[in-house]
Nanobody, 120 residues
């Protein structure tokens, strides 16, 4: 059983910063990639950023230059540092991981989501 637990969401004023964390636990052999997605009210879930176990990153154009994704492979944890936040960044942020367990087949896992609200 693999679980992803997120933390770090909250309310912040425009221009402020937040840092999200997501820790994966369970019988995990490897995780590749890990990433963050978000879903605003009335919109589809969208990619924010992903990172491979080797550190290669990918960002959506809307967050490039403002958000930084990183990971600690030893802790199976991914982080999202969000700077210069804008009201349009308001959404529920979900952690995502492609997990290869010690037994079984590779699967996609999601966290429970954490709310990020940016006030103008």
């Amino acid at each position: 059983q693999v679980q992803l637990v997120e933390s770090g969401g909250g309310l912040v004023q425009a221009g402020g910063s937040l840092r999200l964390s997501c820790a994966a636990s369970g019988s995990i052999l490897s995780i590749n990639p890990m990433g963050w997605y978000r879903q605003a009210p009335g919109k589809q879930r969208e990619l924010v950023a992903t990172i491979t176990s080797g550190g290669s990153t990918n960002y959506s154009n809307s967050v490039k230059g403002r958000f930084t994704i990183s990971r600690d492979n030893a802790k199976n944890t991914v982080y999202l540092q969000m700077n210069s936040l804008k009201p349009e960044d308001t959404a529920v942020y979900y952690c995502n991981a492609e997990v290869l367990p010690y037994r079984g087949t590779r699967g996609t896992y999601w966290g429970q989501g954490t709310q990020v609200t940016v006030s103008s």
